[in-house]
């Protein structure tokens, strides 16, 4: 296991899921809904 992980993972999966989901949003555009809504 790579050691950012180790430290990341007292952080809590939540807010780990959450740091890579942020990139991720960035790149896919929101879903039309997303805009309308």
Do not use: Q, W
Not at 17 to 37: E, F, Q, W, Y
């Amino acid at each position: 296991m790579r050691p950012e992980l180790i430290f990341y993972k007292p952080v809590g999966a939540r807010s780990l899921k959450r740091s890579l989901a942020v990139p991720t949003d960035s790149i896919n555009p929101p879903p039309p809904h997303d805009i309308t809504g």
